[in-house]
């Protein structure tokens, strides 16, 4: 996994209390809702939303997730939920981490996005002039 503290978003969450199992801690697949709300966060923080984009005919879909779980989250507890972003082709490479607010590592991830244009597979070029700040 690519090793990055340079993030370009970051978006406080707190753990709510259907989000954890019988042992107290949260469920392994809810880390992907917080990598995914996360990414929405960015889009529309970028000035590009979701809606905006299936509106254009613009939908970037997931191809492949990394993920590296590293410390647990319990009821309650807050995580501070990172992203950058950077460009592999036509493939948008999310490197997402999370963190407990004293800097403890929780999960570590890469996130690989294509982009559909018109339900096509395309290089997603209108969101890479949206992120191209970020880029």
């Keep these: 996994m690519r090793n990055n503290d340079n993030y370009v978003f970051e978006l406080p969450i707190k753990v709510r209390d259907y989000e954890i199992d019988a042992e107290g801690i949260v469920n392994n697949a809810n880390y992907l809702h917080y990598l995914e709300h996360t990414r929405h966060e960015f889009c529309h923080h970028a000035g590009f939303s979701f809606r905006e984009m299936h509106s ?30 950077y460009r592999k082709g036509a493939r948008f490479i999310f490197q997402q981490d999370i963190y407990k607010p004293d800097g403890t590592p929780v999960v570590k991830s890469i996130v690989t996005v294509a982009c559909l244009e018109n339900g096509r597979l395309g290089r997603g070029e209108l969101l890479a002039q949206k992120f191209e700040k970020y880029l």
């Excluded at 005919?57 to 990172?82: A, N, W």
Aim: proline letters at 7%; charged letters at 25%; zero cysteines.
């Design 56 to 85: 254009q005919g613009i939908d970037p879909v997931l191809r492949k997730v990394e993920i590296e779980y590293l410390t647990p989250l319990g009821l309650g507890e807050e995580m501070i939920s990172k992203l950058n972003i």
